[in-house]
C-alpha cells in the first residue's frame, strides 16, 4: 500500500514536467515579430522583436522559423495588420501564432521597448 502512494505522488509531482518533456516548443520564448513598417519599428520596438512588415510575411517567416510549431508572437499598432500576418502564418501551416496586439498592449504585459 505504501509503494502504491510513494508511486502515485511520484507520478503527481512529475507529470507536468514529463509533458513539457516531448514538445519543447512549448517551455520556447516565442519569436516576437513587429508587423508594422520599417519606419514605425525605428521609432520603437519591443526590444526582442523582429520587424516584417506583414505584407513581406510570407516570403520572410521561412528564414526566421523554420519550424513551423516556432511560438510566434506578432504586435502592429493596433492588432489589424498582426490578424492579417497570423492568418497568413496559419495559412502556411504554422500552429503556435498570436497576436498580441499593438505595441502599448505589448508594453501593458511587460514587454520591454527601445
Do not use: W
Not at 516576437?32 to 514605425?40: F, Y
Not at 520596438?45 to 513581406?56: F, K, M
Not at 502564418?89 to 521597448?113: A, I
Amino acid at each position: 500500500m505504501k509503494r502504491s502512494g510513494i508511486f502515485a505522488l511520484l507520478l503527481l509531482m512529475t507529470a507536468p514536467a514529463l509533458a513539457g518533456a516531448d514538445n519543447p516548443a512549448a517551455a520556447a520564448p516565442p519569436l516576437v515579430i513587429d508587423v508594422r513598417s520599417a519606419d514605425e519599428y525605428q521609432q520603437s520596438h519591443v526590444r526582442q522583436a523582429v520587424n516584417v512588415p506583414y505584407d513581406q510575411i510570407a516570403s520572410r517567416i521561412a528564414a526566421l522559423a523554420p519550424a513551423h510549431d516556432t511560438p510566434i508572437a506578432l504586435y502592429c499598432h493596433s492588432g489589424r495588420r498582426a490578424g492579417i500576418a497570423e492568418q497568413t502564418l496559419h495559412q502556411l501551416g504554422y500552429s503556435h501564432v498570436e497576436n498580441k496586439g499593438g505595441l502599448s498592449d505589448m508594453q501593458r504585459n511587460g514587454y520591454p521597448t527601445e
